[in-house]
């Protein structure tokens, strides 16, 4: 378009004659020799009618008493005498200039250094040349060069940092700017050392521009053009931008070239009354990336065209604009493929198959067939496996000098006896006479202290893990798993403990034919059971005290043991089931030529006839070991006969308790001597009345003797009480408390490597300890053992030693019966795999909240999260999504401290009764912990909650997102620490400290460098970076904002949390995968080293 309007033909003609004499003089040689200076027609007539030009030329040179000037006044451009150039605007409150960018000084004449991300701390320019920061250019350093200089600039108050990119197409975006050379010849011919240029800048908002001429690096004019429009039209070979503005107003600025400048024009009238608009800046940028551009007004394009033949000011341009990279025109977001959600509905409907699967896999390994509840005479076996009961080598069981000790304390010591097939041997003594702790050490039970003696089992030592294929235990207390019938109770242990090689047919047989030879095959069916305290299916009453004491003894019997140890067998029974227990035991010693061991405390007199042997102890001494038949014969030899009518075990309880106050049992020694003087017909001494133990008064009953009395309380005076002071009594006190003490501190020191019991409490002990070690019955198992550790050959020795030979050899014969082959690994996995899913689906509370807490949080985040956004609010409610899960996933993997701690104590006897190994009860244990526990509620929960929420619609997304969540378990706590109050709080804090350092609580790069490890150790951290960037790293987010829609890469946001967006498979995944190995390896040595029997 060619603009042609025109100027008046008067002031053209001065104009272009100025122009022609201006550019003749502007060499330097000439601009130096001449001091003429043009003056505008207009100008010279004004200047004609000011008396005050004409007062100030007449005044020439000012005398020398003239005073001087005054010193012009601060700027203020609210006074007439002062202006903000670049049309900037002017403070109507304090008479500032509000300059444009790249302008300063106090009337913006002054072009600024440094960068525009430098704000308020740009600095003026000193001398023709500005120094720019890296990466920016230009005259007054507004234009950049690359992104690099961009990172520090600011948009709506934030860094543009590595969004910030360098837009150089020449359209402006928010504010543009261009800095250009005049390439009209004829001009740059005649200025070849001042150089022409011109700066140009746009503001999108206001739809303004700004012009700037200069020459020599120096501003000589300046224009503003407003109302401009902006036409942007790319094509394949260039980009054109096209500025039109409607209103274009220039002014010049004083004593600068063209301007007024000493041998310059002035050209200030010509561009305050000509130019007027419009104006229009065409730019096209070709594919060499060169920008050439031309400034059109009417009225400088008169000018132009008449003194140098051009139509217009040619340019050559470089612009640039720091933008956000998303702003840049053209620049079109990266489409987000769809995805086909069918296959992502076919994972989440494989994730719910996968958990029914699972189910029935799990239910078909636990199944129960109904042709197992076999009765007896039901199962046709073949003769070599029906007679399964005689499947067993008798053994003959002899022991000698058995001590045990603790530290520097000795419980045991020198105890001997024997017991022979088809006998029982009752145990008794008082409480803490040592009855356990014996029978641990006869079954040899791992014991915490050092034992000593000598112990032969059909006169041969054999070794421990042949010991414990002939023998079996059935511990204090009944320890049962609650859910299992009593059949696949005792079921179970013949699996897991009988040989390999034995038919399965076999097996449930033997299982069968126990609990009938202990009367319990009529309960078969009913349920362990419970105390009836609480909830759940544990809570019901099952089977009653003695039944379970009988159950705990099947699971025994059935491997048909040639030794039996029961520790207490009747406690916590009444008197009943306590009867049929002890007659059970007896029947089987009996009828199958078993070996029976067993202690038992306070047992009544029908129970007491039952037994064949007793061995009675008291304070770690034996003080009778021997037939039970002879037994009141020996007590009453030795002068303590048990009274007519009177439970024989209960008074030898009483004769060996341990008694303290007032010479009671000096007391006890002389009173049971004198009643057994008269009982056995020998005169009864006198003695002074017997006074009560509390108040000393006459004791009315002290004067006779009630023979049928069930409780033998001694006298609280001694007999020679009479003749005794108070002074005597007292030294006789004190004497005995020195002795207590002196015993008590020495027990254990004695300076050598043999660690003694203390001396026996009373004097009737010693003395009852003193004849056992001389009686007939200790000298004849003395001699038994002599003969089989050949220590000497006494008369008829040959015959016995003979005899001792003849017995056999329980390991060898054992070996020829049967092979000790148990159960292989595989099947013992197989059946305790069963066995555990039968306990969690008979009790399913624990299983069934965990399923229906995955459902409903993941119906409620569904609501609460439902259609989650692609901005920084969504973006928001990701994080706070998965920071959510796994709290809940990692919070309820504290279920697992109690799943264990509730079968310790089981697990604890079992494997030292050689049920299984550790490894194949970890790993079923493991796995019904892991998989209905851990892996099942996140598929129910992420196949829920996944499209609920609008999370990425990919198959291969909703498959991580799954592995995330099922990577997480706690097990080694429950393992290694017993108590379940501490291990709950342990569990709590290692859940905290792993959330505290997840990564949303504190940024990862604000984290002090020597704390920095710790977050390696919290599988939250990597799961939590797992989800973020399984979601987050292909997201771009759109964000309304700067009065625009930025888009945003989530990656670059998730990195600014100190988040890899790189880092899924290494090192989140991975991590998550070792410690999840670390741990469950950590857990499983813990398990072998440190959770087994120690009493």
């Not at 608009?277 to 009225?299: A, I, L, N, Q, W």
Request: aromatic share 10%; with cysteine.
């Amino acid at each position: 378009m060619v603009l042609t309007t025109r100027i008046p033909m008067a002031t053209r003609l001065a104009l272009v004659a100025a122009v022609i004499i201006f550019l003749s003089w502007s060499t330097p040689a000439l601009s130096a020799r001449s001091n003429l200076s043009y003056i505008p027609p207009s100008s010279l007539s004004s200047s004609s009618n000011d008396p005050l030009v004409f007062q100030l030329n007449a005044l020439g040179d000012r005398p020398p008493n003239c005073p001087p000037c005054p010193e012009p006044s601060c700027f203020n451009c609210l006074l007439p005498a002062f202006t903000c150039a670049q049309f900037g605007e002017c403070n109507e409150y304090d008479g500032t200039c509000s300059c444009p960018t790249g302008f300063g000084g106090q009337d913006c004449l002054s072009p600024l250094c440094g960068s525009p991300a430098d704000g308020i701390k740009r600095h003026p320019r000193e001398g023709d040349d500005c120094q720019c920061s890296e990466g920016w250019s230009g005259l007054n350093c507004n234009v950049c060069q690359n992104s690099i200089a961009c990172a520090d600039m600011t948009m709506g108050g934030e860094r543009l940092g590595e969004n910030g990119t360098c837009y150089t197409g020449g359209a402006t975006v928010h504010q543009s700017f261009q800095e250009c050379d005049v390439t009209n010849k004829k001009i740059t011919d005649m200025l070849p050392d001042r150089k022409p240029q011109v700066t140009f800048s746009c503001e999108k908002d206001d739809a303004t521009c700004n012009f700037q001429f200069w020459i020599g690096k120096k501003e000589s004019f300046y224009c503003s053009l407003d109302k401009c429009e902006e036409t942007l039209e790319s094509t394949r070979e260039s980009n054109n931008t096209r500025y039109d503005c409607e209103k274009v107003q220039c002014s010049c600025i004083p004593d600068r070239m063209l301007c007024g400048e000493s041998g310059s024009i002035d050209i200030s009238d010509f561009l305050t009354e000509e130019i007027k608009g419009p104006g229009v800046m065409k730019c096209k940028s070709g594919k060499d990336g060169k920008r050439t551009c031309r400034f059109e007004e009417p009225g400088m394009n008169s000018l132009i065209s008449d003194v140098f033949g051009d139509d217009a000011i040619y340019l050559s341009c470089s612009s640039g604009e720091c933008v956000h990279y998303s702003q840049v025109p053209g620049y079109l977001p990266p489409q987000v493929p769809e995805r086909p959600i069918t296959w992502v509905i076919v994972s989440a409907a494989s994730a719910i198959g996968i958990v029914i699967f699972s189910v029935v896999l799990l239910w078909f390994l636990g199944r129960h067939y109904k042709d197992d509840d076999l009765r007896l005479g039901s199962v046709r076996l073949p003769q070599e496996e029906a007679d399964l009961m005689k499947d067993h080598v008798p053994a003959t069981l002899h022991w000698e000098g058995v001590s045990y000790r603790v530290g520097q304390k000795a419980l045991l010591e020198n105890n001997s006896g024997s017991v022979k097939p088809g006998e029982v041997l009752a145990i008794v003594g008082a409480s803490g006479a040592g009855k356990t702790t014996f029978l641990d050490l006869l079954a040899r039970r791992n014991k915490r202290g050092t034992s000593s003696g000598t112990v032969l089992v059909n006169g041969r030592t054999i070794a421990d893990n042949d010991f414990k294929r002939i023998v079996g235990w059935v511990d204090q207390e009944d320890l049962l798993m609650e859910t299992l019938t009593v059949y696949e109770t005792v079921l179970y242990s013949a699996l897991l403990r009988l040989p390999r090689d034995m038919s399965l047919e076999a097996k449930k047989f033997r299982t069968l034919e126990t609990m009938q030879e202990l009367g319990i095959l009529g309960i078969k069916d009913s349920r362990i059971g419970g105390s009836g305290v609480g909830g759940g299916a544990k809570a019901g009453r099952g089977i009653s005290g003695g039944e379970k004491r009988r159950v705990s003894i099947a699971c025994e019997l059935v491997t048909s043991p040639s030794i039996l140890f029961c520790d207490e067998p009747t406690s916590g029974l009444d008197a009943y089931n306590a009867f049929n227990v002890i007659q059970s035991l007896v029947t089987l010693a009996k009828s199958y030529n078993r070996t029976v061991v067993f202690s038992i405390h306070q047992p009544r007199s029908n129970i007491v006839a039952l037994f064949d042997r007793l061995l009675l102890l008291a304070e770690g001494r034996t003080v009778y070991s021997g037939p039970f038949s002879k037994c009141g014969q020996y007590f009453a030899e030795v002068g303590h006969p048990c009274p007519p009518g009177f439970n024989i075990a209960d008074f030898l309880i009483d004769l060996t308790a341990k008694r303290t106050g007032n010479g009671a049992e000096d007391h006890d020694a002389s009173q049971s001597g004198l009643a057994g003087s008269s009982l056995n017909g020998k005169k009864k001494t006198s003695s002074p009345p017997s006074r009560d133990e509390e108040t000393g008064l006459p004791s009315s009953s002290a004067s006779r003797v009630d023979s049928t009395e069930l409780r033998t309380r001694p006298s609280s005076i001694a007999e020679n009480e009479g003749s005794q002071s108070k002074t005597g009594s007292l030294r006789s006190k004190s004497g005995r408390l020195a002795d207590g003490l002196k015993s008590a501190f020495t027990n254990g020191n004695s300076n050598g490597s043999e660690i003694h019991l203390p001396e026996p409490s009373s004097v009737r002990l010693a003395q009852l300890i003193k004849a056992y070690k001389e009686s007939e019955a200790a000298r004849e198992q003395r001699s038994e053992m002599d003969l089989f550790l050949g220590r000497e050959d006494l008369e008829g020795g040959h015959g016995a030693r003979a005899a001792a030979e003849e017995l056999p050899d329980v390991t060898r014969q054992g070996m020829m019966l049967r092979s000790y082959k148990k159960a292989s690994l595989w099947t013992q996995f197989t059946i305790l795999s069963g066995r555990a899913f039968k306990n969690l689906y008979r009790d399913p509370i624990l299983m069934l909240a965990h399923f229906g807490l995955a459902i409903g949080l993941a119906l409620f985040c569904g609501v609460l999260y439902q259609d989650l956004t692609s901005d920084i609010s969504g973006f928001q409610n990701r994080l706070g999504l998965f920071f959510f899960i796994l709290s809940l996933f990692g919070f309820s993997c504290l279920t697992s401290l109690g799943v264990f701690a509730n079968e310790r104590a089981l697990f604890v006897r079992e494997r030292s009764n050689g049920y299984y190994s550790p490894l194949t009860y970890f790993t079923s244990k493991l796995l019904f912990d892991i998989l209905p526990l851990r892996v099942v509620p996140p598929f129910l929960f992420g196949g829920c909650v996944y499209f609920l929420v609008g999370l990425v619609p990919g198959v291969a997304e909703f498959w991580k997102f799954i592995l995330t969540l099922a990577s997480s378990a706690v097990f080694f706590i429950s393992i290694a620490i017993k108590d379940t109050g501490l291990a709950n709080l342990v569990g709590s804090l290692v859940m905290l400290f792993s959330l505290l350092f997840a990564g949303l609580l504190i940024n990862r790069d604000r984290i002090p460098w020597g704390l920095r490890w710790l977050q390696h150790l919290s599988f939250f951290h990597a799961a939590y970076e797992a989800l973020i960037v399984n979601e987050l790293r292909t997201l771009t987010l759109t964000e309304h904002k700067f009065g625009i829609d930025i888009q945003v890469p989530a990656a670059s946001i998730i990195s600014s949390f100190g988040f890899n967006s790189q880092a899924f498979w290494w090192p989140d995944i991975a991590t998550l995968g070792i410690l999840f190995g670390s741990f469950t390896l950590a857990s499983l040595i813990w398990l072998i080293l440190f959770v087994k029997e120690r009493k």
